[in-house]
């Protein structure tokens, strides 16, 4: 069983920059991939970002040049920075695992879940 917590959400204004941080635990981090997804109130949850067990990063094509995804194994956390934020960035976000460590950007894929983080992007 894995446990993802997320942190670092929060408001800012359009072009702002915001860190998302997700602690994991309970599994061997270094095998799965991670991802950040996102969600907005009406909408389907969407792959923002992930990291394969190889290292291969993959990002939508909405947060590609804005977005940077990483993790520390050390601290056995994922991050996701995001610059230039806009409004359509705003969501809860969430961070999720994979265990058979694809790396990829369908949420199907992925099998555990934080509870999310809201980013809200105001004009």
């Known amino acids: 069983q894995a446990d993802l917590v997320e942190s670092g959400g929060g408001s800012v204004q359009a072009g702002g920059s915001l860190r998302l941080s997700c602690r994991a635990s309970?599994?061997?981090?270094?095998?799965?991939?991670m991802g950040w997804f996102r969600q907005a109130p009406g909408k389907e949850r969407e792959g923002v970002a992930s990291?394969?067990?190889?290292?291969?990063?993959s990002y939508a094509n909405s947060v590609k040049g804005r977005f940077t995804i990483s993790k520390d194994n050390a601290k056995i956390t994922l991050y996701l920075q995001m610059n230039s934020l806009k409004p359509e960035d705003a969501a809860m976000y969430y961070c999720?695992?994979?265990?058979?460590?694809?790396?990829?950007?369908?949420?199907?894929?992925?099998?555990?879940w934080g509870q999310g983080t809201q980013v809200t992007v105001s004009s």
């Open positions: 309970g599994y061997t981090y270094t095998s799965y991939s």
């Open positions: 999720a695992a994979d265990p058979y460590g694809l790396g990829t950007l369908d949420p199907g894929d992925f099998a555990y």
């Open positions: 990291i394969s067990s190889d290292g291969r990063i």
